[in-house]
């Protein structure tokens, strides 16, 4: 499931799924382990690249057409800095589940590790 986010006055899907950790694996080289730590001392560049995969996670689950770039992401962020925290925010919530024994889900860790390190 995907849900809207406004960026700079533009309402776009994210979704933070499998499929988004997996670009986002991609993208950066960030293994299953590192991945644990993720939310830890989190820079600028690693909050764009895991809010650009949701992006285009967002915008295949919703049948979008994805024509932004990460420069573009990082452009819009300038006119809306609080887009970040909000990203952050779904991300923790749409990687929460419902599981309840987190040493079994590293992803729920990682979300609840982001959500923490926005304070």
């Not at 590293?106 to 590790?113: E, G, R």
Request: with cysteine; glycine share 8%; proline share 2%.
């Amino acid at each position: 499931m995907y849900e809207y986010v406004e960026i700079n006055g533009v309402k776009r899907p994210v979704k933070f799924g499998f499929n988004a950790l997996r670009k986002f694996s991609k993208l950066t080289g960030t293994s299953i382990q590192d991945m644990e730590s993720l939310g830890n001392n989190m820079t600028f560049d690693t909050a764009i690249h895991l809010i650009f995969c949701g992006l285009m996670d967002g915008a295949r689950a919703s049948k979008e057409i994805f024509e932004y770039t990460i420069d573009e992401l990082g452009d819009d962020l300038d006119g809306d800095m609080s887009a970040i925290e909000r990203c952050m925010t779904l991300f923790a919530e749409q990687m929460g589940g419902k599981e309840t024994n987190q040493k079994k889900n590293p992803v729920k860790n990682i979300a609840k590790k982001v959500k923490r390190s926005k304070k």
